[in-house]
């Protein structure tokens, strides 16, 4: 039977501010003292997917809110037998802080988050300020979050508050957007919006030692 997958879920909603089990990192993965990656908001998990075929040296960690998307890409991985791969299901929002130790995690990438375009529904938006915060603390010296949308005003708002931060410094151009991605891997919503011919907003911050 196929299972409906809602396009959105609240994540103020209640049901996703509990606190998340403690993750079991040599259970994840083979080698649990590699650098790690996370992806917020992995949806399918499909760019991490080719990302840990990519790059076997790295870990690689999707975090999703839609609990179905999870568990069908964390079963498309099984066969594959990568052990530098896991995706969980949890509201980043909440859980960021008890995921992961301070300065554990290499690089952070936020792509295409849902715009959440109503004035009234702006606090859904996942860069808020205490999440700009977690990740100075999550992120190493010299580790990256890197941001891509396609919608403007998402773009500019996540990374007006990610430069505010004395933590991160953004990378050239700091007065405009990279033309080219950084990553090997371009993401489903990018191959999407690259292929109907619309822009992408990127951007790369540094974090300082
Ligand atoms: C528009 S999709 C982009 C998916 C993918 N990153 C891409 O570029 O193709 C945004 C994803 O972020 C997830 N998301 C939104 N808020 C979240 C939150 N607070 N915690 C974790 N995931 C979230 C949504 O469920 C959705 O799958």
């Keep these: 039977m196929a299972v409906r997958v809602r396009q959105h879920v609240n994540p103020l909603s209640q049901k996703f501010q509990g606190a998340i089990a403690a993750l079991n990192w040599s259970a994840i993965y083979i ?10 908001g992995c949806a399918r998990g499909q760019f991490l997917l080719e ?3 990519f790059q076997p040296h790295h870990n690689f960690l999707g975090i999703e809110i839609r609990q179905v998307l999870v568990e069908a890409a964390n079963q498309e991985r099984d ?4 052990g530098n791969l896991h995706y969980l299901f949890a509201n980043i929002n909440t859980a960021l802080s008890s995921l992961v130790s301070p300065s554990t995690v290499q690089g952070v990438m936020i792509q295409f988050p849902d715009p959440w375009f109503k004035r009234r529904h702006q606090k859904r938006r996942v860069v808020q ?3 700009v915060q977690d990740l100075a603390i999550c992120v190493r010296s010299g580790g990256f979050v890197f941001i891509q949308s396609d919608i403007l005003a ?3 708002e996540i990374r007006d508050r990610i430069a505010e931060h004395p933590a991160f410094e953004q990378m050239e151009p700091t ?9 090997p891997v371009a993401t489903e919503r990018e191959r999407l919006t690259l292929e109907q011919g619309l822009p992408v907003y990127r951007c790369w911050f540094h974090k300082r030692g």
Excluded: R
Excluded at 79 to 82: M, S, T
């Design 31 to 40: 080698n649990p003292n590699q650098p790690l990656f996370l992806d917020i």
């Design 51 to 53: 990302m840990a075929q």
């Design 79 to 82: 066969p594959l037998h990568l």
């Design 129 to 131: 300020p205490q999440l």
């Design 154 to 156: 998402v773009a500019v």
């Design 175 to 183: 007065d405009g957007w990279l033309t080219q991605n950084p990553l």
